[in-house]
């Protein structure tokens, strides 16, 4: 397993010049990867975590040719860029393998500091890895993989800053803040993922159109966006906009699939349950609500008569807790959103309208339009960044 702490991180700084290079999209890259995909396919133990599960399938070879597809043309025209210094989230736990997956694939030298938490998920996703990485055949992968672990130890943030090429920072606005306090070389680059919420907006008639096995279908979706990571990730949905008519009803079969659903599937601990509550009475005081619908303690959905676009992005719930709308007109979207939007769910709208409307937005509002199921399906495309051109440069050559 590639954990190094402490004081063997300072092993990195001797051999980090000493490595051979790769080219990005290397046929050994994906190899390397295959090779992980069907490991994890053989251990039982990735079922009982659907982060784990869910990364596999994503590892899947069809969707690996996908991106090969995609950039090979591109991609002969591009270089790494050279060393790579990712700082991951604790709140999602697998969110380092994505970074670290189009860093060496882009042919780089990856560090990649760890969440602080321990998670079983990535000491068995690091425990597969480990064991290809005992295969000579991949030591030319190993040597430009670094996983790290360290206390904030603001020594090593700093010295890892100074040798990086590129700095990727997944976090909230404040640790951003923080780690840009470490200088990097001049000609260095930066990446960061800030604070981000996400919304969700559903058309009424659309869905009371729906057949009732459709309409469990799209709870079930919704069920998957919303409470995956406790509604802790960037592209989970705190607020729902409703346009469209027979909102009482839509509104009211709708949460209570999504409910059963939840009851059934979900692993709420118990501090979920007095958390949502507390925030309810908050909200009773603060926002003066009166149409909650709570059909049990796995979903609270408030209802607000009126948002301020000012506060829009203090509506954050967790565990199951939701916001929601009644938006009238899709035109209506734009002046709740600002740059804080990530994410923008839908079901029954037309997505290009959004799309054409979002371009205009003046606070640049909205980085992904998805159906709804597909909140956090990751793709090189995140935040606005596409990760494979911003992690390599181009050469000109004629």
């Given amino acids: 397993m590639l954990i190094y702490k402490n004081s063997q991180i300072d092993k990195i700084f001797k051999k980090i010049n000493n490595i051979d290079t790769l080219i990005p999209f290397n046929n050994l890259i994906f190899e390397f990867f295959y090779k992980l995909n069907q490991n994890l396919k053989k251990n039982k133990k990735i079922n009982i975590h659907p982060d784990l599960a869910y990364l596999n399938f994503w590892l899947r070879p069809s969707n690996l040719k996908k991106i090969i597809l995609e950039y090979e043309s591109l991609i002969k025209t591009r270089a790494r860029i050279g060393i790579l210094f990712h700082l991951c989230p604790s709140n999602t736990p697998l969110n380092f393998f994505y970074s670290f997956f189009f860093g060496l694939i882009t042919g780089n030298i990856n560090i990649v500091r760890l969440p602080s938490k321990n998670y079983v998920s990535i000491e068995i996703l690091l425990n597969e890895i480990s064991k290809i990485f005992r295969d000579k055949k991949f030591f030319k992968i190993k040597n430009n993989s670094y996983f790290i672990s360290y206390d904030k130890n603001a020594i090593y943030t700093e010295k890892l800053s100074k040798i990086a090429d590129l700095r990727i920072i997944w976090g909230g606005d404040s640790t951003v803040n923080s780690i840009r306090n470490y200088k990097l070389k001049p000609r260095s680059r930066e990446i960061t993922f800030a604070d981000r919420i996400s919304c969700a907006i559903i058309n ?33 949905p705190h607020v729902i906009f409703w346009i469209g008519n027979n909102l009482k009803k839509s509104r009211f079969k709708f949460w209570n699939y999504v409910s059963d659903y939840a009851k059934n599937n979900y692993n709420q601990p118990d501090i979920a349950t007095i958390d949502k509550l507390s925030n309810y009475y908050d909200d009773i005081i603060e926002k003066k609500i009166n149409n909650k619908l709570n059909l049990n303690s796995f979903t609270y959905n408030i209802l607000l008569n009126k948002i301020d676009p000012k506060y829009f992005n203090s509506l954050r719930g967790k565990w199951g807790y939701f916001y929601e709308y009644n938006l009238k007109k899709i035109e209506f979207l734009n002046k709740f959103l600002d740059d804080k939007v990530q994410t923008l769910i839908y079901f029954g709208i037309d997505h290009e309208k959004v799309f054409n409307q979002l371009r205009l937005h003046k606070d640049n509002a909205v980085d992904r339009i998805v159906p709804i199921g597909n909140a956090h399906q990751f793709t090189q495309n995140w935040d606005g960044y596409d990760l494979i051109l911003s992690m390599t440069r181009k050469i000109d050559h004629y």
């Fill in 204 to 236: 009424s008639s659309k869905y009371n159109s729906l057949p009732e096995k459709e309409k469990k279908k799209i709870a079930q979706k919704f069920y998957n966006d919303a409470y995956f990571l406790d509604q802790n990730a960037c592209s989970s």
